[in-house]
């Protein structure tokens, strides 16, 4: 929910959606948008030696599909992600990478690569505007109609979420250029400030996209962000199975060029909130778009963050050169960083707390890990809905010199592509600064993960709903 991906191109009763289409013609032509992407979409296919290698790996998926999998009470609700609510309402066709509104110039600017190879960043960089850095302040308002009173509390929420983790600022403003958001059938954003010039840009948020991690995903865009699976670097972590993805949806999968691409030494990263999830755009959904590489397998369920992970926000940080608001330096543990909001104290990887991250996140518990199996039920009982999740933490630990190798069951409840109402977040790496795997998904059999030290933390997390999980586990050398 963004390795540094690329830098942008440059209340009351409910109204009626804006026409997306003509409300999209005043900045772009969209008959010359439908015909490059469909060129797009003829062009990109998988090599031999990538078919071959997606072969044995859907063979090994098709393994831990289960043949009857049983819910807990009953349960089979599923929450869409962005990209299903664009494809659903038709948005989609009109975008880029599923989510993504273009200009006219941007759109020229794609062409010129794909005519000349240059990189896209840079022809992107040099046509854009920027929001400002050290402290960017984004100006934003609500169309005529939009129902602020009972969507405008989340969407500030995901606002006060960068608020709170960089030195971007949102100002509720009446006049001057801004983002305004706007009524949509679907969630779409720019990328990036789009022009220098009095009106507004539109930030889409229609009823589906009211989560707190789908809608700090579009503000990434709208801070200058495309995804991470169109990183230049995207191939060493991924295959992208074209052959299992719809005909006019390609174009979706198309790869940065790699000269003078910006990733600010932020990693390729599964469980990023700007990553898709492996099946979206699959035409066949029993089975992945995308799968990732043998020696990252353990990624495969994990893919699409529910909200921003400390690699997004450092990204973030980098973008707008937050640090410069910090004079002196701060030593932090555990892969934290300075926190550029608070410059005594860092801002630390999810499962650390303190002011050095030197500690546990309050409230955790501690389970012994021993060479006899164990299994640990967990389950958080359905209460008040919140945008702020309620996690319970669990730190499994091994004798020393020993890992600890666990499993984990969902038992089934809601659930969605990025995990986002509820789930397991498991923290396995030596680095902490990498997300976790998310795990909700009770249909498949999910992955035996094992710790790179004699710990793991276990977090479950929800919104509100009723989850259930059983882990088994046991140190091992």
């Not at 600017?109 to 400002?132: F, M, P, V």
């Amino acid at each position: 929910m963004f390795s540094l991906l690329f830098l942008a191109l440059v209340g009351s009763a409910i109204a009626g959606p804006v026409d997306f289409e003509e409300d999209l013609k005043h900045n772009v032509d969209l008959e010359r948008l439908q015909k490059d992407l469909k060129a797009l979409d003829e062009r990109l296919q998988n090599s031999a030696d990538v078919d071959a290698e997606i072969e044995l790996l859907k063979a090994a998926y098709s393994k831990t599909v289960l043949e009857s999998p049983a819910p807990l009470n009953g349960s089979i609700i599923k929450d869409e992600d962005i990209n299903e609510i664009n494809e659903k309402d038709g948005e989609e066709k009109d975008l880029f990478e599923g989510d993504v509104l273009l200009t006219n110039e941007q759109l020229a600017l794609i062409e010129t690569l794909h005519k000349s190879n240059r990189s896209r960043r840079q022809a992107l960089k040099d046509a854009g505007y920027s929001w400002g850095t050290v402290k960017p302040v984004i100006p934003y308002s609500y169309s005529a109609g939009y129902p602020k009173s009972t969507r405008g509390p989340t969407i500030t929420d995901a606002m006060k979420f960068w608020e709170k983790n960089t030195c971007v600022r949102f100002k509720e403003v009446t006049s001057g250029y801004r983002v305004e958001v706007r009524e949509s059938a679907g969630c779409s954003s720019y990328v990036g400030k789009i022009n220098d010039r009095k009106g507004t840009q539109a930030l889409n948020l229609g009823e589906g996209c009211m989560s707190v991690g789908t809608i700090c995903h579009e503000l990434s865009h709208t801070f200058g962000f495309f995804h991470v699976q169109s990183r230049f670097d995207r191939d060493s972590y991924v295959d992208i199975d074209f052959n299992n993805i719809l005909t006019d949806d390609k174009h979706n999968f198309d790869l940065e060029g790699e000269d003078k691409t910006l990733l600010r030494d932020i990693p390729y990263e599964f469980g990023s909130n700007m990553h898709y999830y492996h099946k979206d755009f699959a035409k066949d959904e029993s089975r992945p778009a995308i799968y990732a590489k043998p020696a990252y397998k353990v990624y495969q369920e994990g893919m699409m963050g529910r909200v921003p992970t400390f690699y997004d926000i450092l990204g973030v940080n980098k973008h707008f050169n937050c640090a410069a608001n910090c004079k002196s330096s701060v030593s932090c543990s555990n892969g934290g960083v300075q926190d550029v909001n608070n410059c005594s104290k860092c801002l630390c990887p999810f499962g650390w707390a303190g002011d050095k991250c030197d500690q546990r996140p309050a409230g955790t518990k501690k389970m012994l890990v021993t060479l006899e199996t164990q299994t640990k039920r967990i389950h958080l009982p359905a209460g008040t809905k919140s945008t702020q999740y309620k996690i319970d933490y669990y730190l499994l630990q091994a004798p020393p010199g020993k890992k600890v190798q666990m499993t984990p069951e969902v038992l089934g409840t809601r659930w969605s592509n990025s995990c986002d109402p509820m789930g397991l977040e498991v923290k396995f790496l030596k680095d902490a600064r990498p997300s976790g795997i998310q795990v909700c998904d009770w249909r498949v059999q999910q992955p035996t993960i094992t710790s790179e030290t004699n710990e793991m933390l276990v977090a479950a997390y929800s919104l509100g709903d009723q989850f259930a999980a059983e882990i088994t586990f046991k140190a091992v050398n």
